[in-house]
Structure formats: C-alpha cells, structure tokens
C-alpha cells in the first residue's frame, strides 16, 4: 500500500521508499525526500517561479535517465504550471513555488533544472551562469583557478559571482543581473569566456569541441540561452552518490587543491546550512543584480 503524508494541507502519495536509488552508498528514495525536505528553505527561492526541467532517474542513476520538460502526466492540480515559449510552439511546464510542490517533484526522483529567467518576464534574463567543466586529467582544481579569475573579470563590470559545485566534475559561477535579453547575457557570458582563453591559453577552452578539451577547463557560456537550464543549487545529482551542486565559499575555492574537499553530498547539506546559511541567497535580491555592459564597453 502506497503511504500517504500531508503537507502543507496537501495529501501525498509517496512510492517506494525503500528503493536505493544509490547502490555506491545505500541511499534510499525516503532519504531522498528527506533531503529535499530538509533543504527546502534554501532551494525553494532558487526554484521559485522558474520552469523547470526534470532529469529524471527513476531507477537510479545505472537505469534510465531522461529530461522531461513537458508537465508529467498525473500531476496533482494544486502543482504551479506555465506556459513557456518555445521555437516549435508554446509548452506547459512545472513551476515549484512550495514545499508540498518540492515533495511531489521528488518523489519523481528527479535533478531539478532551471532556466535563467522567471516566468513573469521570459524575455528578460534575471541570472548569468558559467559552466566550468574539467577535462581529464583536468579537475575541479583548475576550475577553481578559472573561476578566480573570472570572479575579478566580472567583478571589473560592477557584477558579483558566487559558486558552487556542479555536482560533477565541475564548478558554477552564477550572478544576478538586471536589464538584458537571453541573447545579450548569452552574448556576454562568451565574450568572458573568450577573454578567459585568451589569459590563459593552456588551461582555458570556449570551444566544446572535444578533441580541445583534455586538460583544460571548458568554459560553457552557452546555458545562458533562453531554451537552456542548468542544474538548480542543492539539487542531487544522478551519480553513483548522492552528491549535490553545493554552494560554495570563495576562501574554499581560492584553498581548493585536490577534488575532495569540493565534492559534497547529501548528508553535508545540512550542516553547511547551520554553519552558512545559504551562500547563494543575495542571487534573490534584485537590489544586488549587476547590469550586464554593452557591446565594446565591457571591463572598461
């Protein structure tokens, strides 16, 4: 029999608690939820208003893992949808603005993924992201070495970033910005991307292209795209454990000399929580979102 809970006043069917979705360490689907439940004070504002992308790994991350983007099919009443443009026609998505919403989601089991704009402007991009990720024998060390200097580089057009974990291999540098398209940010995210290979030829990449990439830190500035999404703060990833895109403290990053001490997983959430509260909080406040520069005025 499917075990029901309340909340929020909304009843849930939960399924299969039981269910390791993490052979490597035993970690079951129940503590999956309570991971979410847990963490819900801090990932609830980095999810609010945002349609999400669900990856979904039902069976774990050895089964089947797909993207749905679509409102899955049962999806109770009460749950937020919107209606998102897209190039082959307007889609109706989920947007998690409560806890209930946050619990029904992850008995999907599912990374969450957002878009950097809301629902009420979605011609407007209210994040930059940069997606640092490693070649081999490359690793988080020399992300957290590009990531510096990008901190400075865009510190240079008046925009603070804040990192986190990918929860991979990699880094992510997010700012809030203020005043620009998808198209513009995106514009701007690769032209720091190419000035980062420029400073740093050896170590710095822009190009996806594969053959490039060993050893070096491929700098994706693509995700700023309407279309695109990345991986939601304190989402769990679908690997072998139950790690989670964690934000993290620039004196972590500028002490990062092996990939330990930046790789975090579920049960380290909460402690991080009691000791900093969420790091990536003043991404929520419009009064500290940075005005992305035009065209040719950029570190000037």
């Not at 209930?100 to 992201?129: G, K, Y």
């Not at 490359?138 to 901190?151: D, G, H, I, K």
């Not at 980062?196 to 500035?221: I, Y």
Request: negative net charge; aromatic residues 8%.
């Amino acid at each position: 029999m499917t075990p029901i809970t309340e909340v929020e006043g909304r009843r849930l069917p939960l399924s299969n608690l039981q269910k390791v979705l993490y052979p490597a360490t035993g970690f079951t689907k129940g503590e999956v939820l309570h991971y979410y439940a847990t963490v819900a004070d801090a990932l609830l504002p980095h999810l609010r208003d945002r349609p999400l992308s669900f990856l979904r790994y039902p069976d774990g991350p050895d089964g089947q893992v797909f993207f749905a983007k679509n409102v899955p099919p049962g999806t109770p009443e009460w749950v937020t949808r919107a209606e998102v443009p897209r190039s082959e026609g307007p889609a109706r998505m989920v947007v998690v603005q409560d806890l209930a919403s946050l619990v029904w989601a992850a008995n999907l089991v599912t990374e969450f993924h957002t878009p950097q704009w809301v629902i009420q402007e979605p011609e407007t991009a209210d994040r930059l992201v940069l997606d640092l990720d490693p070649g081999a024998p490359a690793t988080v060390v020399e992300c957290c070495e590009v990531a510096l200097w990008l901190r400075e580089r865009l510190a240079a057009d008046g925009i603070e970033a804040y990192p986190k974990t990918s929860g991979s291999k990699g880094l992510h540098l997010l700012a809030a910005v203020r005043g620009a398209s998808s198209e513009r940010v995106t514009e701007y995210a690769k032209q720091l991307a190419v000035e980062a290979e420029r400073a740093a030829p050896r170590l710095v990449l822009h190009r996806m292209t594969r053959s490039l990439r060993p050893g070096k830190v491929f700098v994706d500035w693509s995700q700023n795209a309407a279309r695109k999404t990345t991986a939601a703060p304190y989402t769990l990833r679908a690997r072998a454990e139950p790690t989670v895109s964690a934000p993290v403290t620039w004196e972590e990053v500028e002490a990062c000399r092996s990939a330990g001490p930046l790789t975090f997983l579920a049960s380290d959430i909460a402690p991080r929580l009691q000791d900093f509260g969420d790091l990536l909080a003043p991404l929520t406040d419009a009064r500290r979102a940075g005005t992305v520069p035009d065209p040719g005025t950029a570190g000037s």
